[in-house]
T-cell receptor
Framework: NAGVTQTPKFQVLKTGQSMTLQCAQD?????MYWYRQDPGMGLRLIYY???????DKGEVPNGYNVSRLNKREFSLRLESAAPSQTSVYFC?????????FGPGTRLTVT | QKEVEQNSGPLSVPEGAIASLNCTYS??????FFWYRQYSGKSPELIMS????GDKEDGRFTAQLNKASQYVSLLIRDSQPSDSATYLC??????????????FGTGTKLQVIP
């Protein structure tokens, strides 16, 4: 089992560009999450999906959109990247309580 | 008041000593508690879960929960240099809709000195 996988691992964008971060899990978990982690700020929840077909905003959703494509896949889209979105992005899944994280995507917006 | 608070550290302990990491939380309705280990440049890894008051042991790790005082701790016995990492406390509560919300602390950096 691969657990939670994320692509890409690294990405550099120019301000205003768009991109989609991909996440997939093979643990048959119902819930999936997107976090960002910045120095001194800890993990902050961007969006979550409690089950296939549902998505909800987390603590810092502005500038992001998500799609729960199916039970396995949960993608995060940046429509118009800004330097403030420079961060490390983690996807996680859980069923029901314990969360398991992907390896992360390091995004730099110049 | 932050929902989950941890001392950022660094906490330095000599090899072989006991490392004690602490976490306090604000929501008395919290039901589940987790400790994650995060090595520099890596993702968080779940190492302990605890759901009821008291101690839970797993190898060199012991999680302690005191709901009355609203704190949870992690003890690492016989600390090794490989334990050097940031330890994140996470607390889980259910909202009225049944959705579980997990809030993470900012983490305590542990340094084990050989």
């Amino acid at each position: 089992n691969a657990g939670v996988t994320q692509t890409p691992k690294f990405q550099v964008l120019k301000t205003g560009q768009s991109m989609t971060l991909q996440c997939a899990q093979d643990m048959n978990h119902n819930s999936m999450y997107w976090y960002r982690q910045d120095p001194g700020m800890g993990l902050r929840l961007i969006y979550y999906s409690a089950s296939e077909g549902t998505t909800d905003k987390g603590e810092v959703p502005n500038g992001y959109n998500v799609s729960r494509l199916n039970k396995r896949e949960f993608s995060l889209r940046l429509e118009s990247a800004a330097p403030s979105q420079t961060s490390v992005y983690f996807c996680a899944s859980s069923d029901p309580f314990e969360q398991y994280f992907g390896p992360g995507t390091r995004l730099t917006v110049t | 008041q932050k929902e989950v608070e941890q001392n950022s550290g660094p906490l330095s302990v000599p090899e072989g000593a006991i490392a004690s990491l602490n976490c306090t939380y604000s929501d008395r309705g919290s039901q589940s508690f987790f400790w994650y280990r995060q090595y520099s440049g890596k993702s968080p890894e779940l190492i302990m879960s605890i759901y009821s008051n008291g101690d839970k042991e797993d190898g060199r790790f012991t999680a302690q929960l005191n709901k009355a005082s609203q704190y949870v701790s992690l003890l690492i016995r016989d600390s090794q240099p490989s334990d050097s990492a940031t330890y994140l406390c996470a607390v889980n509560t259910r909202n009225s809709g049944g959705y579980q919300k997990v809030t993470f602390g900012t983490g305590t950096k542990l340094q084990v000195i050989p």
